[in-house]
C-alpha cells in the first residue's frame, strides 16, 4: 500500500493508473476505522481495480464546543487494517494542503438550506458546508470514477449527492448499508465515547425505528404522533432525543400521506456521544 501526504506524489500514481486503464474507487474517512469503514472498501474494491482511501479530520465541519480535540485518532492501526483490507493507496493530507490559507480564508462550498439546515443541519450550523467543502476538494484531488460512502450518515449521503449533481463533478456515488454490531447499534468512531452502561443503553436508537417503521408498515400515517412517540420511547431509555423524523428518502422532506418511498432518520445524545441512524422502508401503494 503507497501512503501519500501530498499532491505531486499522488497524482503521480492516479495518473499511471489511468494510463493503464484502471478505474479508480474512492472512500474519504476522518479514520479511527472499524468494519463499516472496511465494508466501503469491500464495496469499493469490487467496484474498480484501484482504491483509494483518505483519513482527513476535517475542522471545517465542527461546530464551536464540539469534539475535534478530542475526536480519536489511530493513524498506524488504521493504515495495517487498510493495508490488510488490500487498498492500493492511503492519502493522509496535513490541513496546510486541504486549507492553504487557514480555514477561514478557503472558498467554500454552499449547501442549500432546505437540505443543510434541517435535521443534523439544524443542530449543527455550518456542518454539511464543511462536509460539503471537504468532499469537494478530495474529488478534485483524488479525481476518482466512483466513491463509496455509507447510508448510516443518510443526510450527508443527500448532500454530496446534491452536490455532485449540481457542480457537475463527474464521480459515481455508491450508498453503501449500514454496519451493525450484533444489538443493532450502527457502527461509529463515536461509539468509543460511551461508558460500557450507555453501551448497553445505545441499541435503543435502532429498536425506536424498528418500532415506528413496523407501525408504518401497518398502515399508520399520523407522522407527527409517531415521531412523537420515537422521542418518548429514547427518553425512556435513557437517550436525550435530537430529533426523530419520518421523511421522503429522495428529497428529505418531511413525509406526507400518500408517500411510500419514506426514511425514518433519529439523533440522541447519551453522554459525550451524538448517536445518529436511520432506516429506510417502502409502503405499499395501495
Given amino acids: 500500500m503507497l501512503v501519500c501526504a501530498e499532491t505531486a506524489p499522488l497524482r503521480q500514481q492516479l495518473a499511471a493508473w489511468r494510463r493503464a486503464g484502471d478505474r479508480i474507487a ?6 479511527n476505522l472499524h468494519a463499516g469503514h472496511l465494508r466501503l472498501v469491500e464495496v469499493a474494491r469490487q467496484q474498480a481495480e484501484r482504491v483509494v482511501v483518505s483519513i482527513f479530520v476535517n475542522p471545517l465541519q465542527f461546530a464551536a464546543g464540539e469534539d475535534l480535540a478530542a475526536y480519536p485518532r ?8 487498510l493495508e490488510l483490507a488490500g487498498v492500493d493507496l492511503l492519502f493522509l493530507p496535513a490541513e496546510e494542503l486541504i486549507y492553504p490559507h487557514g480555514r477561514k480564508a478557503i472558498c467554500r462550498v454552499t449547501v442549500p438550506p432546505e437540505l443543510g439546515e434541517i435535521l443534523c443541519g439544524a443542530s449543527r ?4 458546508d464543511g462536509v460539503a467543502t471537504v468532499v469537494c476538494k478530495l474529488f478534485n484531488l483524488v479525481q476518482p470514477d466512483l466513491a463509496c460512502l455509507g447510508r448510516k450518515d443518510y443526510q450527508q449521503l443527500r448532500v454530496l449527492q446534491r452536490m455532485v449533481r449540481d457542480l457537475n463533478i463527474p464521480v459515481r456515488l455508491l450508498g453503501v448499508d449500514t454496519v451493525r454490531e450484533a444489538d443493532g447499534l450502527a ?4 461509539n468509543a465515547y460511551l461508558t460500557p452502561e450507555q453501551r448497553q443503553q445505545a441499541p435503543a436508537l435502532y429498536r425506536t425505528l424498528q418500532r415506528l417503521a413496523g407501525r408504518l408498515q401497518a398502515g399508520e400515517q399520523d407522522f407527527a ?3 412523537a412517540e420515537g422521542m418518548r420511547l429514547l427518553e425512556e431509555a435513557g437517550l436525550r432525543p435530537d430529533y426523530v423524523s419520518i421523511r421522503c428518502r429522495g428529497d428529505l422532506r418531511p ?12 439523533a440522541a445524545y447519551l453522554g459525550r456521544a451524538r448517536l445518529i441512524d436511520n432506516l429506510r422502508l417502502a409502503l405499499s401503494g395501495g
Fill in 125 to 128: 450550523p455550518g456542518h454539511f
Fill in 26 to 31: 474512492f472512500v474519504p474517512t476522518m479514520g
Fill in 255 to 266: 413525509a406526507v400521506t400518500g408517500d411510500t418511498e419514506l426514511v425514518i432518520l433519529a
Fill in 225 to 227: 404522533a409517531l415521531q
Fill in 74 to 81: 489511530t493513524p498506524a492501526e488504521d493504515a495495517s487494517a
Fill in 187 to 190: 457502527m461509529s468512531s463515536r
